[in-house]
């Protein structure tokens, strides 16, 4: 290709890039961006900032309380995109993987209590060097919930995550392969969640964010920071890595989500600032860079 | 699925695994698995253990020189399986890019000198934000090279790197976009290599590898260590991790690939043993689990 194809490449593909946002109305604060505040804290905060939605992890669920962390965050005025997480199905026993299903049933009550539009699973590894047969324990494990969780009008939504993690933590990579799983279901029933840093090298990506359609249950954006060293804690704030966050929003949005835009940010030197500056950092890299 | 169904599914897939080997004759050592050690040490070492193939890296054919290399590998018996590497095709200016295919096709050079059958592409990453306009220049690059390789009966193969490297070495992550590039030339002429390390976890690995079929250039082999720490330093020795190699070795087998299988394990602790000690245990390994 001449330098003059290229360059034509190039304008047309800017051309798909979303809009910039105008303002954070769609942004949910991602508590894992605050680990190490407090679940209390951390609604405080959103409240303070005017974030309009947060998403909860279990833990922290846990220690506050959930009946206690539902009346704070209906006080609050906030939104909960999702409760994060539900999974981890592949076990060697049964009688394991059974145990995991009676607490991903915990996880849909859960989600339910605080009203959340998601539950979002992130699905396991292989107990051994079989990752066909754990794929096949967690579509098993999803039809063993899915209509508990219709019925508690919770949405399950499977998070394919970055290779580099199919090892330790979910066998489920592709967002091909988890949108096939979530076609065995009703589309308001399972659904797939889409993370900017488990899938922004996917050669299909754009083809495959738009197969999704009504099946994208969730937005993450953060950005891949490089060099990469630890790759669990390689995610850095909006803007300061490679993803073509904007690009990705435009082929989110063609493909018909409009819901809320989660800030996912797993990064120990970020988690050393104080709480208002991670949330106030936050709403501005959300704004220029998403 | 019942638990008798999940017993059935896993014998059958135990069927599908390879026959061991029974010998280390198709063993080829390639020279990162000892990187400390010179490549004049290698060669010797590999002669003294009767192992077949050496695979070359270019830096170390540097320090030796190329006519001096040629001369030991030739005297030692040995034959070279692939020199690594060429490729990093893209960069920001078509000044830059025309350094790299020169580049490369000097790699032709020193691998048709040393009679190696495949010169292994590592294909390179986005100089911006941009993978896709990388990925045409990846494109661009082989389509550059492919007829002078041809001309010096060299086979270029394009090698898939894991998806964690994405955004500094290889904007070319799966075997199907890297069978979609070499395609469009002659399969003796441009092929893939395989190596486990870098798409075990692919959802789509058994098909892709059939799809292959002749286009197999190359099938490199080491394991998957877990917990991943260092994304580029988790390789370890067969049978270590997690990768499930007679499986992947039977997928290669019956797509038709008969040729030399490589043993490249990046890992700074290996690298610390004695070269001895390092090219008995590759042999051991490769016979007991690939």
New interface residues.
């Given amino acids: 290709?001449s330098?003059l194809g290229?360059a034509t490449?190039?304008s047309s593909?800017s051309e798909a890039d979303a809009e910039p946002l105008r303002d954070a109305r769609r942004l949910s604060f991602n508590q894992a961006t605050a680990e190490r505040a407090s679940l209390r804290d951390v609604i405080d905060a959103c409240a303070r900032h005017d974030v309009p939605y947060i998403s909860i992890w279990r833990h922290k669920l846990a220690e506050l309380g959930l009946e206690r962390a539902a009346t704070l965050v209906r006080d609050a005025g906030l939104a909960v995109s999702s409760v994060c997480r539900g999974g981890m199905f592949p076990a060697s026993t049964?009688a394991e993987r059974a145990v995991r299903i009676d607490d991903n049933r915990r996880a849909i009550d859960e989600a339910a209590t605080l009203g959340a539009e998601v539950l979002v699973l992130v699905c396991g590894a292989?107990p051994?060097?079989?990752?066909?047969?754990a794929?096949?324990?967690v579509a098993?494990g999803i039809a063993a919930i899915a209509p508990y969780a219709k019925e508690r009008g919770v949405r399950l939504g499977i998070e394919p995550l970055?290779?580099?993690?199919?090892?330790?933590r979910s066998?489920?990579?592709?967002m091909?392969?988890a949108r096939l799983i979530a076609e065995r279901f009703d589309s308001v029933n399972v659904g797939v969640v889409v993370d900017v840093y488990h899938v922004?090298?996917?050669?299909?990506r754009a083809e495959e964010i738009a197969r999704l359609g009504d099946r994208i249950a969730g937005f993450h954006v953060n950005d891949?920071l490089?060099?990469?060293?630890?790759?669990?804690m390689n995610r850095g704030m909006m803007g300061d890595?490679?993803?073509?966050l904007r690009r990705m929003r435009g082929e989110i949005e063609r493909a018909g989500y409009r819901g809320p835009i989660e800030v996912e940010i797993f990064n120990e030197s970020l988690w050393e600032e104080p709480l208002d500056e991670i949330v106030a950092l936050t709403m501005k890299r959300f704004v220029d860079y998403v």
Same sequence: chains 1, 2.
Avoid at 162 to 168: G, I, L, N, T, V
Avoid at 226 to 232: A, M
Avoid at 241 to 244: F, N, T
């Fill in positions: 290709m330098d290229r490449l190039a593909a049964a292989a051994d060097r079989d990752i066909s047969s794929r096949e324990m098993d970055h290779p580099a993690f199919a090892a330790e066998c489920i990579t592709t091909r392969e922004w090298w996917d050669p299909e891949w490089v060099p990469v060293k630890n790759v669990l890595g490679v993803i073509e």
